[in-house]
């Protein structure tokens, strides 16, 4: 599902892949708080600038209304999503975080839908 099948997609927030990434973002921020004090620059920083940059990017693709500009503005929400991806398990590797299950389904969820979106664009 990518969006509101019976509701029409009127702003950015009524995509189902921006709802899902903020919701992303959101936990991402309550479980880095609890990284140690000496990551506060390094890789939670990281972690939360690729959080905020998928939902950011979707927004701001969806904005621009044209095709192309927002194919170009989800690949890089895409490539956000995997920096993320790999930012978090290498924290849980390092436990500088533990492992947080819902976390990781929603990063694969969110995965999926803005894979469905851009092949939908690319196909119209």
Request: proline letters at 4%; charged letters at 30%.
């Amino acid at each position: 599902m990518v969006a509101k099948h019976t509701a029409k997609v009127r702003t950015f927030r009524d995509l189902f892949a921006w709802q899902k990434s903020k919701e992303m973002a959101k936990i991402l921020y309550t479980i880095t708080r609890r990284m140690p004090a000496e990551e506060r620059f390094g890789l939670t920083n990281q972690m939360r600038r690729a959080a905020i940059s998928v939902p950011s990017n979707i927004a701001e693709g969806h904005a621009r209304q044209s095709r192309p500009d927002y194919l170009k503005f989800l690949r890089i929400a895409r490539g956000s999503l995997a920096e993320l991806m790999t930012q978090t398990e290498i924290s849980w590797e390092l436990k500088l975080m533990p492992l947080h299950q819902p976390l990781t389904e929603l990063m694969e969820e969110v995965d999926h839908i803005l894979q469905a979106l851009i092949r939908s664009l690319e196909e119209k």
